[in-house]
């Protein structure tokens, strides 16, 4: 071999071991039997293809973001997967928790996914059958849920949402708490963690729309995960002909926002004019948290759960007539939902609201 040659051949090795490194390869050129090729063979396995697009890009991320963690010894990626160890998950969790608890078991959940795929097939992967050291980490290290919003806190969004120009975020947020909805319907997203083939509603017909309101007298909802549509009365006239109103701060809210044609999705972003996307809601919320002082664990989908745990606290629980969810996990499972459930849901709740506001009322005169 003369110098040129092997000067050129030098060069290709060289820019190959550094192209690894980085974690920049073309997926046949993965080093096999590193986490990083173990990685790129379960993205190309149809229990990964069959996810939605947006599932897909979401591991991928976190995928990308695990194999260039830096180790003792080099990337995490870099590691023979059949040699990574309980001890190596354990630290490999210590390093991703400063990023948020919520991504860390995440990280755990999508690892523990692709090594029980991996030791179905040993003789591809060389993961031993049986062998996922992810495994023994589902008692240590579970999800602590979504955290419930409370309504105190629901007023100071809607108020820092306002003064910021998202009339229509605070109108979201009033949607979510006080009727318990999901956040696909309150802003007519379509869910990205559902395959779209399989829908049970249809695209043009998901979210809250002003047709389906009357002031003062109820709205109907329509869901999408679980195609459930449920009336929701918004007042009640007593013996004597007065009203009962039992959501005067959301009604007072969409008043507000109220178009002269009473069409269309009731959640517009004042920007475009249009339903709000995925990415959109996320940023806008995140500004409005920030600027009010809330908790950085306060996601959107805690109004929903802050409304569930009030309708709780009144003394209700079966919320599935407001809610829409077809089971429960009780004995009140086989209690059906109907539009007089809601009615009883609104009265106990409205009398817990009046009664929270009375005494902090007393507490301060």
């Known amino acids: 071999m003369d110098l040129a040659t092997a000067i050129t051949r030098a060069n290709v090795l060289n820019e190959a071991l550094d192209g690894w490194r980085v974690n920049q390869l073309r997926p046949d050129r993965f080093l096999p039997g590193t986490v990083s090729w173990l990685f790129d063979w379960y993205c190309h396995e149809e229990v990964f293809t069959k996810n939605t697009p947006k599932t897909q890009s979401d591991y991928r991320k976190l995928m990308n973001a695990v194999c260039a963690i830096e180790m003792q010894n080099g990337t995490f990626g870099q590691r023979r ?35 029980n795929w991996a030791n179905r097939f040993p003789e591809k992967t060389g993961i031993p059958a049986q062998q996922n050291p992810f495994a023994g980490m589902r008692k240590t290290y579970t999800s602590a849920g979504t955290r419930p919003t409370s309504r105190a806190e629901l007023m100071l969004y809607c108020d820092k949402a306002r003064e910021l120009g998202f009339e229509s ?5 009033m949607l979510a708490f006080e009727l318990v909805q999901r956040v696909w319907d309150v802003f007519a997203i379509p869910n990205p963690r559902q395959d779209p083939s399989k829908a049970k509603v249809k695209e043009t017909d998901i979210g809250l729309r002003w047709e389906h309101y009357t002031p003062g007298e109820k709205i109907k909802v329509r869901q999408s995960k679980t195609d459930n549509q449920i009336t929701i009365p918004l007042s009640e006239k007593s013996e004597n002909g007065e009203s009962l109103d039992f ?5 007072a809210q969409l008043a507000r926002v ?21 990415r959109r809601v996320s940023t806008v919320h995140r500004k409005i948290c920030e600027a009010a002082g809330l908790p950085k664990k306060m996601t959107f989908t805690g109004f929903r759960h802050g409304g569930a745990t009030e309708i709780g606290d009144a003394g209700e629980a079966d919320i599935r007539s407001i809610s829409g969810h077809k089971q429960l996990n009780t004995a009140a499972i086989y209690n059906k939902a109907s539009e007089e459930k809601a009615r009883q849901i609104a009265i106990r709740r409205r009398a817990h609201i009046d009664q929270i506001v009375g005494s902090e009322r007393d507490l301060s005169e």
């Open 81 to 115: 997967a059949s040699a990574v160890t309980a001890t190596v998950t354990e630290q490999l969790f210590k390093i991703f928790e400063p990023r948020g608890r919520r991504q860390a078991v995440y990280m755990v959940q999508v690892c523990r996914a692709v090594w």
């Open 169 to 173: 975020m605070a109108t979201a947020a």
């Open 247 to 251: 959501y005067p701060e959301l009604e």
């Open 258 to 278: 109220r178009p002269a044609a009473l069409s269309g999705v009731i959640v517009i972003e004042e920007r475009t004019g249009t339903p709000y996307t995925h």
